[in-house]
Structures are given as structure tokens and as C-alpha cells.
């Protein structure tokens, strides 16, 4: 048995083709192979001295040269010792495996890289669920768990949640994925929420956000996480645990009572433009209904219907005297029916001649504004009305109460119109189920939050209705 190797060109200089020879009498075996392999005949003859032999090695070219002569040799020899028979293919196929060894090494490893980076690229991961889940929800393929579209403005909290979010991993330089989401992250989330970032030159990036932004920031994880869990993702369960919570407080908001509704409507507004106009007839019509902006500012003529009431009435009989008679009376009760956005309810409210007033106005199409643009003008419309009573509120900002005093007028906003016709009603004596039945409200617990009556009005109400106090 015998492996050796040859030069078959007899050239002196330039590069000669590396021949391999095995011979196995036993089998009569004799074949005689190219290798591929490519080397100098002055090279090939000096690196048999044994004194040139690590000199040459060092040469990463011409180490290849004879590790893969040596490879090629040791498998054939190996094959021959083991009683195998090699044949000519044989050689030529353990020739291909030793050359092209890096090569096919190399092209595995590129697939196996191009393979993860396309299971990675298809893995699902907390950040592209929440990307999908914005796009599903802004098209309407994702529905609320009534069946019906997010409203507009349940989007926009929702983007302005994903947008702290985002904020959020970018400073802590990390996109956090489904298993990250534990307790660690949760304190370290909130406690970015509680804090105010500023810039180098000490300009706000972030506002320290309320106690109630922070909880439904956590609220819309936890939410989002529910339904990734639902859908067959591995989220795991610390989301779940009683501490993962997103914490709420009831806040001090005001109600106006109807003196200052009156002097808001006596205002002198000459010297602001018709936007103020608009924008107090827009606010009122808030109080008269009772309802989210969104399901008011969108009242068409068509949504408005006339009911006839008729019922019968003794009255003095003119030609009896002393008798009476049934005379039928009847009454138009003109209700606006809206179908809140948010909770899909389909409601009717009576129209009282406040409202109508107003409605006619536009001709029942209600001006549009922005809702920073009508927050603005609330402000400026309720200080030229004369609200600069001061009122002592509890502002949670990071995570910290503390009262302070400001005037009536900075705590006006859009929404304090549906507070204030609740708690209007609520003040007339209306039953609290009848109030809900306008407002929307599915429990008296969530109408009550509502309802922003201060001591003294409550005092007032209990014993007007009551005598036990007489």
C-alpha cells in the first residue's frame, strides 16, 4: 500500500498541478489522480528539508497546500488499512471534499446566517405586534371586544401610549420583546413615565406624566399582551401578577353651575375672533347633552326626531259648573338619538330649548375644532367670564401629589362639559338610573365619578327633597 504525491510538470518556474498516486496491491489498486492543487516545484523540493519546513509553513498559502495533501492522504490511507477497495471516483470525490472544504464550510454558514436572519425577520416580537396591532385597528380589521371600530380618539391615546413606549426603549437603547416584559421592566417603565426628560440645553424632551397617564400606559400593555397571549404568543405571566398594575386615581376636576354657564354665555367675546364664538356654543352644547365631544360635535338634523305625548286631563267643565271633563292634551318632546362611539350605546336625549337654540343656530351642523384649538378657547372664553375663583386641587405629577391653587377658569377643558351636565342633573333631582340613561353610563359606580358636586350642593339638594331635616 502506498500514497504518495507528484509534480507531473518538469518546469522549473511557475506554478505545477499537485498529482496523487495510490496504490493497493492487494485490491490491484493504481490510480493516479490531478488534485487541484497548484504549487511551485522550487517550493515543493525545498519543503522537503526539514530546515525550510516551518519557514515555508508560515506562508498561510502553502500551509493549505500541504494540510490538504495531508488530509487527502490520511482518509485514503485510512480507507486502504480498513480493507476498503478505493477506486478512482473514490479518490476524486475525497480530493473534492478536502478542496472545497472552506468553500462548502463557508456556504453552509452563509445559509445558516441567511436562515436566522429570515426566521428572525418572520419572528413575531412584542414591537412588530404592536405596529400590526396600530395598523389593524386604524383600518378596522381589528375591532374592539363589542364588535365595533376604535373611535379616533381611542386611537390617538392609543398611538400617544405606543409613541412613550417607543420613547422609552430608544433611552434605554434596547427594544424590549415579549420576555423582557417582567418586574424589572415594569419599575424601570414607570419610573421613566414618573420622570422629566430634558436636552442638553435643558429643553423638555418629556413631561413627567399624571399618575392616571402612567396607569393607562401600563393598562395598554397588559391589554396588548392579553391579546397576543389569545392569539397563540409566548408572553409569559409576570404582566399578570397583582403588582404588574396600572394604577388609577379619581382626579379634581370641576362642574360649572348654571350661573356661571349664564356668565359664560353673557361673556364678552369682541375681542377674540368667531373661533371663541364657536367654541363656547360648541362647550355648551357639551353641558346640554351630557355626551364625549366625539358623539356630539357629529349631530346631524337627521339624528333629531319630535315624540307627541298625549294624555288625558280632567278640567273644569264651562257649561257644569262644579263639574269637569276629560280633555286631551299633548306635548312635542324633540330628542336628539346618538350612538356613542366608545361604547356603541344607542341613547336618546331631550333637546332643551338651550340646546335647540344653539343647534338652529348652524342649522344642526355644529362647527368643528381642534381639540387643543377648543381648549385654548375655553380657557380665554371662561376668564373673560369672570371664573377666577381659586381652587385647591391635588396634582399627581412623577408619581408625587401636591396641592395647589389655580383659578377656575385653567381647569376648564372639553370634557368638563359632560361633568357639568351630569352633575346638573344630578342637582335637579333627577334619579341617578334616569342620568345614566343619557350619559351612557353602564353602573351608577362609573356615573358617580362624574358627578362633581361640592358639599354645599349636595347639602342643598338632600334637604330641598327631603324633610327629615325640618
Known amino acids: 500500500m502506498a500514497t504518495y504525491y507528484y509534480l507531473e510538470d518538469t518546469r522549473k518556474k511557475g506554478m505545477s498541478s499537485v498529482y496523487i498516486r495510490v496504490q493497493d496491491p492487494k485490491h490491484k489498486v493504481d490510480v493516479r489522480q490531478a488534485t487541484k492543487i497548484q504549487i511551485e516545484r522550487r517550493i515543493w ?26 488530509a487527502i492522504r490520511n482518509i485514503i490511507d485510512q480507507r486502504i488499512e480498513d480493507g476498503k477497495i478505493v477506486t478512482k471516483e473514490d479518490v476524486r470525490s475525497i480530493i473534492r471534499d478536502v478542496i472545497y472544504r472552506d468553500e462548502r464550510e463557508a456556504a453552509e454558514a452563509a445559509a445558516q ?16 405586534y404592536i405596529d400590526n396591532f396600530m395598523d389593524d385597528i386604524q383600518s378596522g380589521a381589528r375591532q ?23 420613547t422609552f426603549c430608544s433611552i434605554q437603547k434596547h ?30 424632551l418629556k413631561q413627567a406624566y399624571s399618575v392616571n397617564t402612567i396607569g393607562k400606559a401600563i393598562l395598554f ?15 409569559g405571566k409576570v404582566w399578570k401578577d397583582k403588582h404588574f398594575k396600572g394604577t388609577r386615581m379619581d382626579v379634581d376636576s370641576i362642574y360649572l353651575p348654571r350661573e356661571d354657564l349664564n356668565a359664560i354665555m353673557k361673556a364678552d367675546l369682541t375681542e377674540f375672533g368667531a373661533g371663541h364664538e364657536q367654541a363656547r356654543d360648541i362647550f355648551m352644547v357639551g353641558c346640554w347633552t351630557a355626551q364625549r365631544i366625539s358623539d356630539y360635535n357629529n349631530i346631524t338634523k337627521e339624528q333629531i326626531d319630535v315624540h307627541t305625548k298625549r294624555w288625558i286631563e280632567d278640567v273644569p267643565d264651562p257649561e257644569n259648573p262644579g263639574q269637569t271633563m276629560p280633555v286631551i292634551k299633548t306635548k312635542e318632546i324633540m330628542f336628539i338619538k346618538i350612538r356613542q362611539q366608545k361604547t356603541g350605546a344607542l341613547i336618546s336625549i331631550p333637546v332643551s330649548s338651550e340646546l335647540r337654540s344653539i343647534l338652529e343656530k348652524y342649522d344642526y351642523k355644529l362647527p368643528h375644532l381642534a381639540d387643543q ?18 381652587i385647591e386641587v391635588v396634582e399627581t405629577v412623577g408619581g408625587t401629589p401636591k396641592r395647589v391653587r389655580k383659578q377656575k377658569w385653567e381647569l376648564v377643558h372639553s370634557h368638563t362639559a359632560r361633568r357639568t351636565g351630569a352633575t346638573l342633573m344630578y342637582l335637579s333631582g333627577m334619579d341617578i338610573y334616569d342620568i345614566m340613561k343619557i350619559t351612557g353610563h353602564t353602573t351608577p359606580a362609573m356615573l358617580r365619578k362624574y358627578i362633581k358636586a361640592d358639599q354645599l350642593d349636595v347639602l342643598e339638594k338632600i334637604t330641598d327633597k327631603y324633610d327629615y331635616f325640618d
Do not use: W
Request: glycine content about 2%; aromatic content about 12%; proline content about 2%.
Open 45 to 70: 523540493e525545498t519543503s522537503r528539508d526539514s530546515k525550510n519546513f516551518r519557514d515555508f509553513y508560515k506562508n498561510p498559502l502553502i500551509k493549505k497546500v500541504f494540510d490538504d495533501t495531508d
Open 113 to 128: 446566517e441567511e436562515k436566522r436572519k429570515q426566521e428572525e425577520a418572520n419572528r413575531m416580537t412584542l414591537m412588530k
Open 144 to 166: 374592539t371586544e363589542k364588535g365595533t371600530n376604535y373611535t379616533p380618539s381611542s386611537i390617538r391615546t392609543i398611538k400617544t401610549t405606543l409613541k412613550q413606549f417607543k
Open 175 to 204: 427594544e424590549y420583546d415579549f420576555e423582557d416584559i417582567n418586574m424589572q421592566f415594569y419599575h424601570e417603565y414607570t419610573a421613566f413615565l414618573k420622570q422629566e426628560i430634558k436636552d442638553k440645553r435643558n429643553r423638555v
Open 221 to 235: 400593555l397588559k391589554t396588548i399582551l392579553s391579546f397576543a397571549e389569545s392569539e397563540g404568543y409566548n408572553t
Open 373 to 390: 384649538v377648543l381648549n385654548r378657547y375655553l380657557k380665554d372664553i371662561c376668564k373673560a367670564a369672570g371664573l377666577t375663583e381659586e
